[in-house]
């Protein structure tokens, strides 16, 4: 676990910054991550980044990724 908080957080000046990511799936599915801790999965892409910004949203400093299967990814949300 300390290894995945380290691999989802980095620091910017004094403050940790977490990063989430929503991953598009090979099944159309949606998988909600920090790090390498897994915490959701929704069959809607709208749903999973709703789940996603709630939980980052609790642990400003963040920000939310969305990962699709042909490589795009797209920064969807920044919290303080």
Same mark, same amino acid.
């Given at each position: 676990? *300390?290894? @995945?908080?380290?691999?989802? &957080?980095?620091?910017?000046?004094? !403050?940790?910054?977490?990063?989430?990511?929503?991953? =598009?799936?090979?099944?159309?599915?949606?998988?909600?991550?920090?790090?390498?801790?897994?915490?959701? *999965?929704? @069959?809607?892409?709208?749903? &999973?980044?709703?789940?996603?910004? !709630?939980?980052?949203?609790?642990?400003?400093?963040? =920000?939310?990724?969305?990962?699709?299967?042909?490589?795009?990814?797209?920064?969807?949300?920044?919290?303080?």
């Amino acid at each position: 676990l *300390a290894l @995945a908080r380290r691999l989802a &957080a980095r620091r910017v000046g004094s !403050v940790t910054m977490s990063f989430f990511h929503v991953v =598009e799936q090979d099944d159309g599915s949606w998988s909600c991550n920090r790090g390498r801790e897994h915490f959701g *999965a929704h @069959a809607q892409l709208e749903n &999973a980044i709703e789940y996603t910004k !709630v939980i980052a949203g609790e642990h400003g400093p963040s =920000e939310v990724f969305v990962h699709r299967l042909d490589g795009h990814v797209q920064s969807i949300a920044t919290f303080d």
